[in-house]
């Protein structure tokens, strides 16, 4: 008898002590516990990075707290741990709604000609571009008579997938087409700066003055362009014919970085892109190293992106754009050259987002672009002993 009440007494020992054993295990385990965010919607923003405890906003310590990042809309599955009121370790999941709330840019004038009879397309008048969508729909509102003479005030309505909904009003007039085809419009005339006159103007302890050039300039006398107090050059070295085409070598880029290195002018060469994705960006990024790796390249390697006009034969979203080139200037870095981003003030300040430096072009006497840059193309009008015709001038801060 005595003998079955031990091992009785045994067993129940065994079982207290596994279960609490089981107990302990099972309470250290990550059990899923969603009660801290029952009941709640979270939402992000596309393309925006956001802390996951700004996003959640509950008073439980978050323990794997990390920025989260999403590059499409639509739900998106989130584990994470936390630490309960009785400070144990537990898990849980949500739904994150990513959303696009912004509305289209859409650049254009508020007035345009158009002659009678001709039936146009109005929506090519303008730029319009997306945060995320490569496409929108574009729909012109109110009616006009193209068989009447007069002006037509018009909408211009854009609508993203997201429904985000941009509008701009716009005149039309209507005018009668001329008997003849010729075009009486005289060019304006060009108006030429002496760089020497730049250089006394802008040329300080931190700045430099240079020039960029292509196969616009032709012929280059670099050894005048020393003596005219050349500090730098930004050299083409190459360009890609269109949206999806080749690349190209620029005609003179060998005889101008190789004159550049021989009278000790400062060299950096700058590409003209359409790249439309990624594999097309590195692609032109190999294309540059390819060509500069034998050179002295003291100053940056840019990237050139600025065929606005054609932009929606691409199908990119401004995301894209500034994602193509922050991909050919990361590559690019990667070899230890300088880099940076060139643009001109308007798409600066409503397309670009990059954080490398920035080749500003404005073309003004005094820029009021209120962002940081490191280079200022000021003028395409310059004139320097040493190239027939004009040249962009630019000033380097140091």
């Known amino acids: 008898m005595k003998k079955i009440v031990v091992i009785v007494s045994v ?129 012109i509102l109110n009616d006009i008579d193209i068989e009447k003479i007069g002006k037509y005030k018009l909408t211009l309505k854009v609508t993203d997938s997201s429904n985000n909904v941009t509008t701009k009003d716009f005149t039309v007039e209507i005018i009668e087409k001329p008997k003849d085809n010729k075009d009486t419009t005289k060019p304006a005339k060009r108006v030429g700066i002496k760089y020497e006159d730049i250089y006394a103007e802008h040329k300080n302890d931190k700045t430099k003055i240079g020039i960029d050039i292509s196969k616009w300039q032709g012929n280059v006398d670099f050894e005048k362009l020393k003596k005219a107090n050349v500090e730098f050059v930004m050299i083409r070295l190459g360009y890609q014919t269109g949206f999806g085409k080749e690349l190209i070598l620029d005609k003179y880029y060998e005889q101008n970085i190789k004159l550049a290195n021989k009278y000790g002018i400062k060299a950096g060469v700058y590409f003209y892109s359409y790249a439309s994705n990624l594999k097309e960006a590195k692609e032109q990024a190999e294309f540059v ?90 003028t395409e009008n310059g004139l320097i002993s040493g190239i027939q015709g004009f040249v962009d001038v630019n000033v380097l801060y140091e």
């Open 11 to 139: 067993v129940i020992g065994l079982i207290v002590v596994l279960s609490l054993s089981a107990y302990l295990v099972i309470d250290n385990m990550l059990l899923l516990d969603n009660s801290i965010v029952k009941d709640k919607n979270f939402v992000i923003d596309v393309h925006k990075k956001e802390k996951l405890s700004n996003v959640l906003k509950v008073k439980e310590k978050i323990l794997d707290d990390r920025e989260l990042f999403y590059e499409e809309i639509g739900d998106k599955k989130v584990s994470f741990v936390y630490l309960n009121k009785n400070n144990k370790k537990r898990r849980a999941e949500i739904k994150i709604n990513v959303v696009d709330k912004v509305k289209p840019l859409v650049f254009g004038a508020n007035y345009f000609k158009s002659y009678q009879g001709v039936k146009k397309d109005f929506t090519k008048n303008f730029l319009v571009l997306d945060n995320y969508d490569r496409e929108v729909k574009k729909e």
């Open 289 to 378: 190293k390819k060509h500069i790796k034998n050179y002295k390249i003291d100053m940056p390697v840019a990237f050139d992106f600025e065929d606005w006009k054609n932009i929606g034969l691409a199908k990119l979203s401004i995301y894209d754009i500034n994602k193509n080139a922050k991909t050919f200037l990361n590559e690019i870095k990667k070899d230890g050259y300088k880099v940076m981003n060139y643009g001109s003030k308007h798409y600066l300040e409503n397309i670009w987002d990059i954080d490398y430096p920035t080749w500003l072009a404005h073309y003004t006497k005094k820029t009021n672009y209120s962002k940081e840059y490191k280079m200022w193309q000021l």
